[in-house]
């Protein structure tokens, strides 16, 4: 498991919900890039049982033990998109090293 989350991108979050954590998890929503029938949602609460953690400018990102599973052998990007001004999320798979 892999999170890439660019600068611009921790500073969308910071500006659009002012917030400094962020909690990434798998949302069924009937399509998804990554597994069918689930995206990628974020939200702004505390966690009670942390899975993956990763600070980026102040800005702490969370991915609960749960739902992990979503984000296993995959590389997870989030980048912001300046044509659009909003964030783009891009799955890429990983090999699994034994």
Same mark, same amino acid.
């Given at each position: 498991? !892999? !999170?890439s989350i660019d600068e611009k991108a921790a500073k969308w /979050?910071? #500006?659009? /919900?002012? !917030? #400094?954590t962020v909690r990434m998890f798998p949302q069924y929503d009937g399509f998804g890039e990554k597994h069918k029938g /689930?995206?990628?949602? /974020?939200s702004a609460e505390s966690p009670s049982n942390i899975g993956f953690t990763k600070e980026i400018n102040g800005i702490n990102f969370y991915i609960e033990g749960n739902d992990v599973w979503f984000f296993e052998d995959t590389e997870t990007c989030l980048s912001y998109n300046d044509e659009i001004k909003e964030i783009q999320i891009s799955f890429k798979e990983t090999l699994a090293i034994n």
């Open positions: 498991m !892999i !999170i /979050f910071t #500006n659009e /919900f002012e !917030i #400094n /689930f995206s990628l949602a /974020f």
